[in-house]
């Protein structure tokens, strides 16, 4: 357990090392095909995309559509055990209304084989709906769901 938890640990460092300089393609690729995004709360932004396709395409598509520059996220703590790995962190970017979206994340996730599973947010909500307004993933698609 200990062997798996540090290469999990690895994954994310690594994962988040080219984040903080721009570049999500490593987050991306280590997505399993299966892999669930979950965003507690009843706030505009919460909700759960099941599917690396759905979350690509109606959660991560459509909240990039509203930058104006490259995102950016810096990790300051990873904490390990098992299988999940707690990221805390914080994101840079402007949004395309030139407002300044800088926001803190803590974000709960689970591996398995070397691969993203699921991931748990927890941000400002507050600070996203001013910054971002309403979203506009399709959240009708029977692949987005409230949370439980």
């Known amino acids: 357990m200990k062997d798996e938890t540090q290469r999990n640990k690895l994954l994310m460092q690594a994962i988040f090392?080219?984040?903080?300089?721009?570049n999500?393609?490593?987050?991306?690729?280590?997505?399993?095909?299966d892999f669930v995004w979950v965003m507690p709360g009843g706030g505009t932004w919460s909700g759960a995309w099941r599917g690396k396709e759905v979350v690509?395409?109606?959660?991560?598509q459509p909240l990039f559509a509203r930058f104006a520059d490259t995102y950016t996220n810096e990790a300051q703590r990873f904490i390990a055990d098992?299988?999940?790995?707690?990221?805390q962190c914080r994101g840079h970017v402007t949004t395309t209304d030139g407002q300044p979206y800088n926001n803190h994340y803590c974000f709960?996730?689970?591996?398995?084989?070397?691969?993203?599973?699921?991931?748990?947010?927890?941000?400002?909500?507050?600070?996203?709906?001013?910054?971002?307004?309403?979203?506009?993933?399709?959240?009708?698609?029977?692949?987005?769901?409230?949370?439980?």
């Open 17 to 22: 090392a080219e984040m903080a300089k721009g």
């Open 24 to 33: 999500g393609r490593p987050f991306i690729d280590a997505m399993a095909d």
């Open 56 to 60: 690509r395409k109606q959660l991560l």
């Open 82 to 87: 098992g299988d999940h790995v707690v990221v």
């Open 108 to 148: 709960v996730c689970r591996l398995a084989g070397g691969q993203l599973r699921e991931l748990t947010e927890y941000m400002d909500t507050e600070l996203a709906a001013k910054a971002l307004g309403a979203p506009t993933f399709a959240a009708a698609s029977a692949a987005v769901t409230q949370p439980t």
